[in-house]
């Protein structure tokens, strides 16, 4: 029965989580709210803020868990994508407890995790199945053979769904995270009040930055239009009037049409390679349009659904700790030399 250790820093939240024969048994998060202030996340103030949380935050996992650091049997963390410094402080905690307990080390990808968090909670999806990870920073369709071997069929070629999302709500005036405010304020309006355009990439890619675009012009001309046409530009007054005055419908329409761009993609998916058991997975999966959009498109196609809790939506360690759970039954540690990184791929065959 592995007890696994598993420590999360990829950017403004440090989570701490323990895993023991495949059962995430806690999964503690700290949040960093000095961030609002500035519109986003600062990396050199989420650094130090980790460093501040990470003690603490791994003390609490491991009593919640009623386990101590020596009945742990390996030390997982989060190597990349994410925030340098961010991913450093953690990746270097967990070195040195590997070093100090003299136990295995686990290197776990962000996003590989994320699609995993869909095996922590029964009912778990049969292999081979497909996910839709969706992030502030990412944005793929994955097709899952095993836990630990996956492939990334489709991607974004630009920008990344919750970055349509949270630059949206900036457009808006909304504060940050402005992503949740949208949906939020979705869930009052019309999605098929303002129809913005979808894109036409081949294959399985996604693309937002066009979408990003076209909302920005549709807003600088209040309505009118979303392409750039001089003599639709609006005042700043008559723009701030049409948002305060269209909220809802705008954030309606926006979330409308990300969510088709994504599921639409994960139809086209599903059709190709035949598979019914398809999962979401990432941040952006907590948006309420997209988890019923994707559960009403499930229905209307015969697919087995799954969406992981609230708690592993977002980044947590506890899909860090399962992620490390298979690889450490595949025998699949990392020497104390391994280095993290801002990007790294990840797919594995």
């Not at 919640?64 to 961010?86: C, K, M, R, Y």
Request: glycine share 8%; hydrophobic share 40%.
């Amino acid at each position: 029965m592995p007890v696994i250790l598993a420590i999360e820093s990829s950017c403004d939240e440090t989570s701490a989580a323990v895993c023991a024969d495949g059962k995430v048994l806690s999964n503690f998060i700290a949040t960093q709210a000095i961030h609002e202030q500035y519109g986003g996340v600062v990396p050199e103030l989420a650094s130090r803020a980790h460093m501040q949380h990470i003690v603490p935050v791994v003390d609490k996992a491991l009593k919640e868990a009623n386990h101590t650091l020596a009945e742990v049997d390996a030390i997982a963390f989060t190597q990349s994508p994410g925030l340098i410094g961010s991913l450093l402080v953690g990746g270097q905690f967990a070195k040195s407890l590997s070093l100090a307990l003299d136990k295995p080390l686990i290197a776990v990808h962000h996003m590989q995790a994320h699609v995993l968090a869909n095996l922590i909670d029964d009912p778990k999806p049969a292999f081979p199945f497909l996910c839709l990870t969706v992030s502030g920073g990412h944005t793929q369709i994955v097709l899952c053979e095993s836990p630990v071997k996956m492939k990334v069929i489709g991607e974004t070629i630009d920008d990344a769904a919750g970055e349509a999302f949270d630059k949206s709500a900036k457009l808006l005036g909304l504060p940050y995270p402005g992503g949740p405010l949208i949906d939020k304020y979705a869930k009052e309006g019309n999605p098929n009040r303002f129809p913005f355009p979808e894109p036409q990439i081949a294959g399985l890619n996604f693309s937002f930055s066009g979408l990003k675009t076209s909302i920005l012009y549709f807003l600088q001309n209040a309505g009118k239009s979303n392409l750039f046409k001089e003599e639709f530009t609006a005042t700043e007054e008559e723009k701030q009037a049409f948002i305060q005055d269209n909220l809802a419908d705008i954030c309606a329409s926006i979330q409308h049409r990300i969510v088709t761009i994504l599921l639409n993609k994960v139809k086209k998916a599903a059709v190709e390679t035949g598979i019914k058991e398809i999962c979401l997975a990432g941040g952006v999966s907590a948006n309420s349009g997209l988890r019923n959009s994707f559960q009403e498109m499930g229905k209307k196609y015969n697919w087995n659904t799954y969406i992981p809790a609230f708690q592993y939506c977002t980044d947590n360690a506890g899909m860090i700790a399962i992620t490390a759970y298979y690889k450490f039954l595949e025998g699949q540690t990392d020497p104390i030399t391994i280095s993290s990184s801002a990007r790294a791929a990840w797919s594995s065959d």
